[in-house]
Nanobody, 126 residues
Framework: QLQLVESGGGLVQTGGSLRLSCEAS????????IGWFRQAPGKEREGVSC???????YYADSGKGRFTISRDNDKNTMYLQMNFLKPDDTAIYYC????????????????????WGQGTQVTVSS
């Protein structure tokens, strides 16, 4: 059964760090585009970061210099390291995969992603 399971969310103070994990089962993350999205209350889901099938990366302006996406093919797991967190980063974070995206162009478009995790809550207190 194809599944993406996130973990690593939680409550952290401003300036703190979290590392989100997303373990895949039922398929391999190797060779496909992987991404992280987030959705805050009352807002649309937005792209945070991705690693494309061709190896290029995308970071939303909000996370540049603070967030780092990575994947471990041996563990079939993707990660989002988040540093210097701010209250504006508070949201539910979702991992996702796209079987059709080749580059990081359109990595900020949720509709280009095929499979989603259940989400993990990140709350940053001021």
């Amino acid at each position: 059964q194809l599944q993406l399971v996130e973990s690593g969310g939680g409550l952290v103070q401003t300036g703190g760090s979290l590392r989100l994990s997303c373990e895949a089962s039922g398929f391999t993350l190797n060779g496909i585009t992987i991404g992280w999205f987030r959705q805050a209350p009352g807002k649309e889901r937005e792209g945070v970061s991705c690693i494309s099938r061709l190896g290029s990366t995308y970071y939303a302006d909000s996370g540049k210099g603070r967030f780092t996406i990575s994947r471990d093919n041996d563990k079939n797991t993707m990660y989002l390291q988040m540093n210097f967190l701010k209250p504006d980063d508070t949201a539910i974070y979702y991992c996702a995969i796209s079987r059709t995206l080749l580059s990081s162009v359109q990595c900020d478009m949720p509709q280009r992603f095929d499979e989603w995790g259940q989400g993990t809550q990140v709350t940053v207190s001021s």
